[in-house]
């Protein structure tokens, strides 16, 4: 297995991690639910480590690409700078999930405030996610590319004016 496999298979999870976690947060916070709550700081640690595994593996894996046919080094670049903003925010939302976890088991006086904070990092986080998600999936499906639907749009037009 290479950098590249392993870096598909955990990309996906920092991403979908953020998002089911900021959906149980916030049901924990709707039901006043601290049970509920843990649940969505564990998924954020989890998303954050595998965040974390995702950079690792991100640099074998674009020396393994970067040279293939409609890829080049300009796409993978921006994706690597989104995802390096994305892992900055999921290692603050890890820090600030163990603190709600902390504050929680101890029915410390500020743990609603902690719990709000998360919320805050974690719509961030699903912000950034989506990018970063977007971005990667450019790299090798060149059909969901912006400038690809523009492309195709003018190739189609020239095509009309010649018949």
Not at 18 to 31: E, K, P, Q, R
Not at 72 to 80: D, P
Not at 118 to 138: Q, R, W
């Amino acid at each position: 297995m290479n950098d590249a496999h392993l870096h598909l298979l955990v990309n996906h999870f920092p991403i979908i991690g953020t998002i089911f976690g900021l959906g149980i947060l916030i049901a924990g916070i709707v039901f006043k639910n601290n049970t509920v709550k843990n649940v969505s700081y564990i998924i954020f640690i989890v998303a954050a480590i595998f965040a974390f595994i995702g950079m690792s593996t991100g640099e074998g894996a674009e020396e393994l690409v970067e040279d293939m046919p409609d890829i080049g080094k300009q796409i993978i670049h921006e994706h690597e700078e989104l995802a390096e903003k994305l892992a900055l925010v999921l290692y603050i939302l890890g820090a600030a999930s163990l603190l709600g976890i902390y504050a929680n088991f101890k029915n410390h006086s500020k743990a609603k405030l902690v719990s709000f904070l998360v919320l805050v990092i974690a719509i961030v986080g699903v912000v950034l996610a989506k990018s970063v998600g977007t971005s990667g999936g450019e790299i090798r499906h060149t059909e969901i590319r912006a400038n690809e639907q523009q492309t195709k749009f003018s190739d189609d037009e020239e095509n009309d004016s010649i018949y």
